[in-house]
C-alpha cells in the first residue's frame, strides 16, 4: 500500500460519524479526509475533495443520500460510493445500487465490514453487506429496473419537448451526462423514439395535461 | 333446535317492538308531542261542527216542513172553502131533507177533481159515504170504525170535526193514481144542516220526501265536512312527519359527516404518531445505540487481542452482541410502525417490501409489478395506499385460502391505482355489506379511500377477490421543477 484510500464520511449522526472515523482510522491505509453532516454539504464538495469512497447515510436532511449519489457520479464519476444505513430493506439496496452506489454496508455489522466493504469497492467491485444476506439479495433482473430520481426529472424534461441541450442548461450538468440519462431512460423503458417518452409519461400520470402544472 | 332459534328470535323481535312502543325514544316523543294534540283538537273541532251544523239543519228543515205544510192545509181549506161557496146557492135555500137539492151538490163535488190525486169526499154523520169519485168503490156503504194501516180513526175522526165545524186531520190513505199508501192530510167541513162531513185531502209525501233528502243533503255536508278535515290533519300530518324526517336525515347526515371527519383525524393522528416514534427510533434512538456499539467495539480493539481469557472482555464482547440484538429491535419495531421505505423511496417499493415479506411469511405465490416511476404520490395517497395493501393482504393471509396473490400498482391519467387479487373462496357477502364485525378491516379500506376522495371496488366470488383502490390525479404529485429536483428528489 503506498497511497493511503482517501474516505469522506458523510452521516447527520456525530456520533455515528465519529465512531466510523475513529474505527477507520485505526487502520493505516486509510486516510479519513473529512465528515460531512449533510448531502449538499458532500455534493457541492466532492469535485474538490475528491475522495476514493465517500461513507453515505441515507436519511439526511436537505439532500438524501441516494440523490446525492446520483449527483456526486454525475460529476465525479470515478468516485465510488458506499451506502452505509440502518435500512435492511432490499428496495433500499435495489434502489441504491440503481442510483450509482458501488456498495451497501448496514451500520450494525461487525466494524471489520467497513473496512472489508471500502476495499471491496476499490477493487471496483460491488459489496453488499453479509449481516442480513439473506434479505439483501441484489436486484433481480427479471423486474423491471425503476428510474432513479435523476432519470425521472429527465424524463420529465424531455417529455416536455426539451432537447439535450436545454434539459443540460436547465440540471446544469453535461449533455454527455444527459445523453447517458436518456439511453439509460430508454432501456428502462424499452422505449426508442422521444414521442413514445412524452406518452408514456402521459399514460402514467407523470405528466399531467398539457404541462400546464409546470 | 332451528324452530327453537326461530321462535327466540321472534321472540326478541317482539320484545323489541313491544319496548319501542312502551318506551319511543327522543324523536318519537317529539313526534306525537307535536302531533297528539293535534289530532285531538281535530277531532274535537270535527265533533263540534258535525253536531252544530246538524242541530242547525234540523232546525231548518223542521220550519221548512211546518211551512210547507201549513201552506197545503192553508190550500186546502181555500178549496174546500171554495167548493161551499160554490154549491152554497143551492144548500143554502135547501130544506134538511131536499133530497134533490142533496143530489145536486153531491154531483158538483164529485166532479170536483183536481191535479192526479185531488178529489172531494163527502160522508154523512152515520159514516157512510156519498162521494167518492176517484174510489168508487166507497159510495154508498157505512164505514164508521175505517182505520188506517197505523190504526189511526179516519171516517170518525171526520164525522167528529165535522161536528165540531171544521178541522184538519191527518192519516194513511191509498193514492187513486197508484195505489200504494201515502201519509195524506184532510181538512174537513161540516154541513149541519145536511148532517154531511165533506173534505178534500192532499198527499204530503212529497213533503215528507223533500225533507228527507234535506235531511240526507244535510248528512251529506258534515260528512264531507269530515272528510275535508281529515284531509286536511291528514295533510298536516304528513307535514310535521315529513319536516321531521327531512330534519332528522339532515342531522343523521351532519352526525355522518363529523363521524367521517373524526375517523380521519383518527386515522391522521394515528398515522402522524407512528411516523413520528418510527423516525425517532430510527434516526434517534438506534444512531445512538449504533454510536455506543462503535465506541465499545474501538475499546475492545485497544484491549489485547491475545488475553481471551479475561473476564472483561468477554463481558464486553457479550455487551457488544446485546447491543446489536438491541439495534435491531429497534429497528424491527420502527419499521412495524411505519416502513422507511414508504416514506424514503415511495409507494412502489414500500408494497413491493410488503408482498415480498408476505409472501416469505406464507409461502404463497406472490406477484408484483409496478411502473418504473417512484414516489409520485402525495403523503396521504401513499399511507393509505399502504395500509390498504397491509389490510388486503393481512384478510388474504388469515381468511382467503388463496395459493396465488398478485399485487400491482400504477399510475394512469386519472390517476394512481393498487389492485390487489387472490384466487381464494372470496369475501362471504354479509361480510362485504359491511354490517358484520368481519367487515372493520373493509370498511377502514372504504373510510381511508373515501378521505382521499378515491373509490374502492371489491368483487369477489367463490374463485377470488379482487380489491381496487384508486385515489384520483390530485393526490399525484405534479411534475417537479428542474430547480427543485434535487430537494425534492431527497426525501
Given at each position: 500500500?503506498?497511497?493511503?484510500?482517501?474516505?469522506?464520511?458523510?452521516?447527520?449522526?456525530?456520533?455515528?460519524?465519529?465512531?466510523?472515523?475513529?474505527?477507520?482510522?485505526?487502520?493505516?491505509?486509510?486516510?479519513?479526509?473529512?465528515?460531512?453532516?449533510?448531502g449538499?454539504?458532500?455534493?457541492?464538495?466532492?469535485?474538490?475533495?475528491?475522495?476514493?469512497?465517500?461513507?453515505m447515510?441515507l436519511?439526511?436532511?436537505?439532500i438524501g443520500g441516494l440523490t446525492a449519489t446520483e449527483l456526486?457520479?454525475?460529476?465525479?464519476?470515478?468516485?465510488?460510493?458506499?451506502i452505509?444505513?440502518?435500512?435492511?430493506?432490499?428496495?433500499y439496496?435495489?434502489s441504491a445500487?440503481s442510483h450509482g452506489a458501488?456498495?451497501?454496508?448496514?451500520?450494525?455489522?461487525?466494524?471489520?465490514?467497513?473496512?472489508?466493504?471500502?476495499?471491496?469497492?476499490?477493487?471496483?467491485?460491488?459489496?453488499?453487506?453479509?449481516?442480513?444476506?439473506?434479505?439483501?439479495?441484489?436486484?433481480?433482473?427479471?423486474?423491471?429496473?425503476?428510474?432513479t430520481g435523476r432519470?425521472?426529472?429527465?424524463?420529465?424534461?424531455?417529455?416536455?419537448?426539451?432537447?439535450?441541450?436545454?434539459?443540460?442548461?436547465?440540471?446544469?450538468?453535461?449533455?454527455?451526462?444527459?445523453?447517458?440519462?436518456?439511453?439509460?431512460?430508454?432501456?428502462?423503458?424499452?422505449?426508442?423514439?422521444?414521442?413514445?417518452?412524452?406518452?408514456?409519461?402521459?399514460?402514467?400520470?407523470?405528466?399531467?395535461?398539457?404541462?400546464?402544472?409546470? | 333446535?332451528?324452530?327453537?332459534?326461530?321462535?327466540?328470535?321472534?321472540?326478541?323481535?317482539?320484545?323489541?317492538?313491544?319496548?319501542?312502543?312502551?318506551?319511543?325514544?327522543?324523536?318519537?316523543?317529539?313526534?306525537?308531542?307535536?302531533?297528539?294534540?293535534?289530532?285531538?283538537?281535530?277531532?274535537?273541532?270535527?265533533?263540534?261542527?258535525?253536531?252544530?251544523?246538524?242541530?242547525?239543519?234540523?232546525?231548518?228543515?223542521?220550519?221548512?216542513?211546518?211551512?210547507?205544510?201549513?201552506?197545503?192545509?192553508?190550500?186546502?181549506?181555500?178549496?174546500?172553502?171554495?167548493?161551499?161557496?160554490?154549491?152554497?146557492?143551492?144548500?143554502?135555500?135547501?130544506?134538511?131533507?131536499?133530497?134533490?137539492?142533496?143530489?145536486?151538490?153531491?154531483?158538483?163535488?164529485?166532479?170536483?177533481?183536481?191535479?192526479?190525486?185531488?178529489?172531494?169526499?163527502?160522508?154523512?154523520?152515520?159514516?157512510?159515504?156519498?162521494?167518492?169519485?176517484?174510489?168508487?168503490?166507497?159510495?154508498?156503504?157505512?164505514?164508521?170504525?175505517?182505520?188506517?194501516?197505523?190504526?189511526?180513526?179516519?171516517?170518525?175522526?171526520?164525522?167528529?170535526?165535522?161536528?165540531?165545524?171544521?178541522?184538519?186531520?191527518?192519516?194513511?190513505?191509498?193514492?187513486?193514481?197508484?195505489?200504494?199508501?201515502?201519509?195524506?192530510?184532510?181538512?174537513?167541513?161540516?154541513?149541519?144542516?145536511?148532517?154531511?162531513?165533506?173534505?178534500?185531502?192532499?198527499?204530503?209525501?212529497?213533503?215528507?220526501?223533500?225533507?228527507?233528502?234535506?235531511?240526507?243533503?244535510?248528512?251529506?255536508?258534515?260528512?264531507?265536512?269530515?272528510?275535508?278535515?281529515?284531509?286536511?290533519?291528514?295533510?298536516?300530518?304528513?307535514?310535521?312527519?315529513?319536516?321531521?324526517?327531512?330534519?332528522?336525515?339532515?342531522?343523521?347526515?351532519?352526525?355522518?359527516?363529523?363521524?367521517?371527519?373524526?375517523?380521519?383525524?383518527?386515522?391522521?393522528?394515528?398515522?402522524?404518531?407512528?411516523?413520528?416514534?418510527?423516525?425517532?427510533?430510527?434516526?434517534?434512538?438506534?444512531?445512538?445505540?449504533?454510536?455506543?456499539?462503535?465506541?465499545?467495539?474501538?475499546?475492545?480493539?485497544?484491549?489485547?487481542?491475545?488475553?481471551?481469557?479475561?473476564?472483561?472482555?468477554?463481558?464486553?464482547?457479550?455487551?457488544?452482541?446485546?447491543?446489536?440484538?438491541?439495534?435491531?429491535?429497534?429497528?424491527?419495531?420502527?419499521?412495524?410502525?411505519?416502513?422507511?421505505?414508504?416514506?424514503d423511496l415511495?409507494?412502489?417499493?414500500?408494497?413491493?417490501?410488503?408482498?415480498?415479506?408476505?409472501?416469505?411469511?406464507?409461502?404463497?405465490?406472490?406477484?408484483?409489478?409496478?411502473?418504473?416511476?417512484r414516489?409520485?404520490?402525495?403523503?396521504?395517497?401513499?399511507?393509505?395506499?399502504?395500509?390498504?395493501?397491509?389490510?388486503?393482504?393481512?384478510?388474504?393471509?388469515?381468511?382467503?385460502?388463496?395459493?396465488?396473490?398478485?399485487?400491482?400498482?400504477?399510475?394512469?391519467?386519472?390517476?394512481?391505482?393498487?389492485?390487489?387479487?387472490?384466487?381464494?373462496?372470496?369475501?362471504?357477502?354479509?361480510?362485504?355489506?359491511?354490517?358484520?364485525?368481519?367487515?372493520?378491516?373493509?370498511?377502514?379500506?372504504?373510510?381511508?379511500?373515501?378521505?382521499?376522495?378515491?373509490?374502492?371496488?371489491?368483487?369477489?366470488?367463490?374463485?377470488?377477490?379482487?380489491?381496487?383502490?384508486?385515489?384520483?390525479?390530485?393526490?399525484?404529485?405534479?411534475?417537479?421543477?428542474?430547480?427543485?429536483?434535487?430537494?425534492?428528489a431527497a426525501?
Amino acid at each position: 500500500m503506498n497511497t493511503p484510500i482517501k474516505v469522506v464520511i458523510v452521516d447527520d449522526h456525530p456520533m455515528v460519524a465519529e465512531g466510523i472515523q475513529a474505527i477507520l482510522e485505526s487502520y493505516d491505509d486509510i486516510e479519513v479526509l473529512c465528515t460531512l453532516k449533510t448531502g449538499r454539504e458532500i455534493v457541492d464538495q466532492a469535485h474538490t475533495l475528491l475522495a476514493d469512497v465517500i461513507l453515505m447515510d441515507l436519511n439526511m436532511p436537505e439532500i438524501g443520500g441516494l440523490t446525492a449519489t446520483e449527483l456526486i457520479l454525475e460529476r465525479c464519476p470515478d468516485t465510488r460510493i458506499l451506502i452505509l444505513t440502518m435500512h435492511d430493506s432490499p428496495e433500499y439496496i435495489s434502489s441504491a445500487l440503481s442510483h450509482g452506489a458501488m456498495g451497501y454496508v448496514l451500520k450494525d455489522v461487525p466494524t471489520d465490514e467497513i473496512k472489508t466493504a471500502i476495499d471491496t469497492v476499490m477493487r471496483g467491485e460491488r459489496y453488499l453487506c453479509t449481516g442480513a444476506k439473506g434479505s439483501l439479495a441484489p436486484p433481480d433482473g427479471a423486474s423491471r429496473e425503476q428510474l432513479t430520481g435523476r432519470e425521472q426529472t429527465v424524463l420529465l424534461q424531455l417529455a416536455q419537448g426539451k432537447s439535450n441541450k436545454e434539459v443540460a442548461l436547465a440540471l446544469d450538468i453535461s449533455v454527455r451526462t444527459v445523453e447517458t440519462h436518456r439511453k439509460n431512460i430508454k432501456r428502462k423503458l424499452g422505449i426508442s423514439s422521444t414521442a413514445g417518452l412524452t406518452r408514456y409519461a402521459m399514460e402514467h400520470g407523470v405528466l399531467q395535461g398539457t404541462g400546464a402544472r409546470l | 333446535m332451528h324452530f327453537a332459534f326461530q321462535r327466540y328470535i321472534s321472540y326478541r323481535f317482539e320484545m323489541l317492538w313491544l319496548r319501542s312502543i312502551m318506551r319511543p325514544s327522543y324523536a318519537q316523543k317529539l313526534f306525537l308531542l307535536a302531533t297528539l294534540p293535534l289530532v285531538v283538537a281535530v277531532m274535537a273541532i270535527a265533533v263540534l261542527v258535525g253536531h252544530q251544523s246538524r242541530a242547525f239543519a234540523d232546525r231548518e228543515i223542521q220550519a221548512l216542513e211546518q211551512q210547507m205544510l201549513e201552506a197545503k192545509k192553508e190550500e186546502l181549506r181555500n178549496y174546500v172553502t171554495q167548493a161551499r161557496n160554490g154549491f152554497y146557492f143551492i144548500y143554502g135555500v135547501a130544506a134538511p131533507d131536499d133530497e134533490f137539492a142533496k143530489q145536486k151538490v153531491a154531483q158538483i163535488l164529485a166532479a170536483m177533481i183536481y191535479g192526479s190525486d185531488g178529489f172531494f169526499f163527502v160522508y154523512d154523520y152515520n159514516g157512510t159515504n156519498l162521494v167518492s169519485p176517484r174510489q168508487t168503490e166507497y159510495i154508498g156503504r157505512n164505514w164508521t170504525g175505517l182505520t188506517d194501516s197505523q190504526g189511526t180513526p179516519v171516517v170518525d175522526r171526520f164525522i167528529d170535526l165535522a161536528r165540531e165545524g171544521a178541522g184538519f186531520h191527518e192519516f194513511m190513505w191509498e193514492k187513486p193514481s197508484t195505489g200504494k199508501e201515502a201519509q195524506m192530510v184532510a181538512y174537513v167541513l161540516g154541513l149541519q144542516d145536511w148532517q154531511w162531513a165533506i173534505g178534500t185531502g192532499v198527499f204530503i209525501d212529497d213533503v215528507r220526501a223533500s225533507v228527507a233528502a234535506a235531511r240526507a243533503d244535510v248528512e251529506a255536508r258534515v260528512k264531507q265536512t269530515f272528510y275535508y278535515i281529515g284531509v286536511i290533519t291528514f295533510a298536516a300530518l304528513m307535514l310535521v312527519f315529513i319536516s321531521g324526517m327531512a330534519l332528522n336525515i339532515r342531522e343523521r347526515r351532519l352526525a355522518d359527516a363529523k363521524l367521517k371527519q373524526l375517523t380521519q383525524r383518527v386515522f391522521d393522528a394515528q398515522e402522524e404518531e407512528r411516523g413520528r416514534v418510527a423516525r425517532e427510533l430510527h434516526d434517534g434512538i438506534s444512531q445512538i445505540l449504533v454510536g455506543v456499539r462503535y465506541a465499545l467495539d474501538i475499546a475492545r480493539r485497544r484491549l489485547p487481542q491475545s488475553d481471551k481469557e479475561q473476564p472483561g472482555i468477554e463481558m464486553l464482547d457479550r455487551g457488544i452482541e446485546h447491543l446489536s440484538g438491541a439495534i435491531q429491535e429497534v429497528r424491527r419495531i420502527s419499521r412495524d410502525l411505519r416502513p422507511g421505505v414508504l416514506d424514503d423511496l415511495g409507494l412502489g417499493p414500500a408494497v413491493k417490501s410488503l408482498t415480498e415479506d408476505f409472501s416469505a411469511r406464507t409461502g404463497l405465490e406472490t406477484s408484483f409489478s409496478t411502473v418504473v416511476f417512484r414516489n409520485r404520490l402525495d403523503q396521504d395517497a401513499k399511507i393509505a395506499l399502504y395500509r390498504i395493501a397491509q389490510e388486503a393482504l393481512t384478510n388474504i393471509e388469515r381468511h382467503a385460502q388463496a395459493s396465488k396473490v398478485s399485487v400491482d400498482l400504477r399510475g394512469h391519467r386519472t390517476g394512481a391505482t393498487l389492485r390487489i387479487w387472490d384466487n381464494g373462496a372470496g369475501i362471504p357477502s354479509a361480510v362485504t355489506s359491511s354490517s358484520g364485525k368481519g367487515g372493520l378491516g373493509l370498511r377502514n379500506m372504504q373510510e381511508r379511500i373515501d378521505q382521499l376522495d378515491g373509490t374502492l371496488t371489491i368483487s369477489s366470488n367463490r374463485s377470488g377477490t379482487l380489491i381496487e383502490a384508486k385515489v384520483p390525479l390530485t393526490h399525484l404529485l405534479p411534475p417537479e421543477d428542474a430547480s427543485e429536483t434535487t430537494k425534492k428528489a431527497a426525501e
